[in-house]
């Protein structure tokens, strides 16, 4: 949001929005006169963003079901792009790069969000790497959608610019994610993670149980005196702009 800076006026598209909540930080900066429009392929994101902007009170935004990689906007429809952890996870990210670059207006800016390395997140990765040295799942493709395929040095800025935008900064953002306890995070871990869900549907009780296990040693360092799990993490967030 700091790096997009949107003001007063200022048209706003957030892209794969999931429950919205970027989309409605920008809201109160681009009054008066501004437009928010939250979009993500889901309906049922569509929905949970609804209601909770009805919850937070904001009564004047615009809701569309929009693939990122096919818009139906118009060229040189919007002042800003907000994508946060979703352009990774688009099949045809090229073409919703493109899509980025298509709307922007001139001197429009798109801000992105990705995860960094796996390595460096793992909140999110202990499960998988643990299923994997007790050889009950394969090394997962990297170009395939999921949250690290954008995380190589230098990988986000050469997509953005290959749309045609011009990069202006990249920076890496820590972050802690936090949980009450390890047997919260494994319970929320299996609800967000679709390889983790459809790892454990196929495993035994005993393998699902050994996964868990090795699982919460990994994190078991980040435990601090109360029980409560935090763990750091390592977001990169690019800022591009469209030629004016």
Request: aromatic content about 4%; hydrophobic content about 45%.
């Given at each position: 949001m700091e790096l997009l800076d949107p003001r007063p006026g200022q048209s706003v598209l957030e892209l794969a929005a999931g429950p919205g909540d970027t989309g409605f930080l920008a809201y109160p900066r681009i009054l008066p006169g501004g437009q928010l429009l939250t979009t993500d392929v889901a309906p049922e994101m569509l929905e949970a963003a609804?209601?909770?902007?009805?919850?937070?009170?904001?009564?004047?935004?615009?809701?569309?079901?929009?693939?990122?990689?096919s818009l139906t906007l118009a060229d040189a429809s919007v002042d800003g792009v907000l994508c946060r952890w979703g352009l990774m996870l688009v099949p045809?990210?090229?073409?919703?790069?493109?899509?980025i670059a298509r709307v922007l207006r001139p001197g429009g800016r798109a801000a992105v969000a990705v995860w960094a390395s796996p390595e460096e997140n793992e909140w999110m990765t202990a499960s998988g790497r643990s299923a994997l040295e007790l050889g009950l799942m394969e090394l997962p493709d990297p170009d395939a959608p999921g949250p690290f395929r954008l995380s190589g040095d230098g990988r986000l800025a050469?997509?953005?610019?290959?749309?045609?935008?011009?990069?202006?900064?990249?920076?890496?953002?820590?972050?802690t994610w936090r949980a009450p306890s390890l047997g919260a995070w494994w319970a929320i871990t299996r609800d967000m993670s679709r390889m983790l869900a459809l790892l454990l549907q196929r495993l035994t009780p005993d393998e699902a149980e050994a996964?868990?296990?090795?699982?919460?040693?990994?994190?078991?360092?980040?435990?601090?005196?109360?029980?409560?799990?935090?763990?750091?993490?390592?977001?990169?967030?690019?800022?591009a702009a469209r030629a004016g």
């Amino acid at each position: 949001m700091e790096l997009l800076d949107p003001r007063p006026g200022q048209s706003v598209l957030e892209l794969a929005a999931g429950p919205g909540d970027t989309g409605f930080l920008a809201y109160p900066r681009i009054l008066p006169g501004g437009q928010l429009l939250t979009t993500d392929v889901a309906p049922e994101m569509l929905e949970a963003a609804r209601r909770r902007a009805a919850e937070l009170g904001l009564d004047n935004v615009r809701f569309a079901v929009e693939d990122a990689a096919s818009l139906t906007l118009a060229d040189a429809s919007v002042d800003g792009v907000l994508c946060r952890w979703g352009l990774m996870l688009v099949p045809d990210m090229e073409g919703a790069a493109a899509e980025i670059a298509r709307v922007l207006r001139p001197g429009g800016r798109a801000a992105v969000a990705v995860w960094a390395s796996p390595e460096e997140n793992e909140w999110m990765t202990a499960s998988g790497r643990s299923a994997l040295e007790l050889g009950l799942m394969e090394l997962p493709d990297p170009d395939a959608p999921g949250p690290f395929r954008l995380s190589g040095d230098g990988r986000l800025a050469s997509l953005l610019e290959d749309a045609g935008l011009r990069v202006e900064t990249v920076e890496d953002v820590p972050l802690t994610w936090r949980a009450p306890s390890l047997g919260a995070w494994w319970a929320i871990t299996r609800d967000m993670s679709r390889m983790l869900a459809l790892l454990l549907q196929r495993l035994t009780p005993d393998e699902a149980e050994a996964v868990r296990v090795a699982s919460e040693r990994r994190l078991e360092r980040y435990i601090g005196p109360g029980g409560e799990l935090v763990v750091p993490g390592l977001a990169r967030v690019a800022l591009a702009a469209r030629a004016g």
